[in-house]
């Protein structure tokens, strides 16, 4: 099942978060909204817009490649993961305490944007 990375993240209005992503460069902003909408370049988003055949991660071939999956539980990005996030496996409520230039950073050291 598809969990969508924005409803999970954006339940709320958060000020702090609202300038940081106003404060980017076009660039970042780019896969900061990605990274929170899921409509990026990952594999399972590609393999829906008919671009890619395999929806599957290519750093743990173990799941889709979701947002969700890559900030939260990909195995090959758990020591990334922990230094970045504070943590080897996140849940989605973990997730939304986390500032989005955490996210950011994370997102750009994975290899995957």
Same mark, same amino acid.
């Given at each position: 099942?598809? =969990?969508?990375?924005?409803?999970?993240?954006?339940?709320?209005?958060?000020?702090?978060?609202?300038?940081?992503?106003?404060?980017?460069?076009?660039?970042?902003?780019?896969?900061? =909204?990605?990274?929170?909408?899921?409509?990026? @370049? *990952?594999?399972?988003?590609?393999? =829906?817009?008919?671009?890619?055949?395999?929806?599957?991660?290519?750093?743990?071939?173990?799941?889709?490649?979701?947002?969700?999956?890559? *900030?939260?539980?990909?195995?090959?990005?758990?020591?990334?993961?922990?230094?970045? *996030?504070?943590?080897?496996?996140?849940?989605?409520?973990?997730?939304?305490?986390?500032? @989005?230039?955490?996210?950011?950073?994370?997102?750009?050291?994975?290899?995957?944007?």
């Amino acid at each position: 099942m598809y =969990v969508c990375v924005y409803a999970l993240l954006l339940q709320r209005f958060n000020r702090s978060f609202t300038r940081y992503a106003i404060g980017l460069g076009k660039r970042d902003l780019r896969i900061l =909204v990605g990274l929170l909408t899921g409509h990026n @370049w *990952l594999n399972r988003h590609m393999s =829906v817009m008919g671009l890619r055949e395999n929806p599957k991660c290519p750093l743990c071939d173990e799941e889709d490649e979701t947002s969700l999956h890559l *900030l939260s539980k990909c195995p090959a990005t758990m020591l990334r993961r922990n230094a970045l *996030l504070g943590a080897h496996q996140l849940s989605p409520l973990d997730l939304r305490g986390i500032h @989005w230039a955490h996210l950011l950073k994370f997102a750009k050291t994975s290899g995957r944007f």
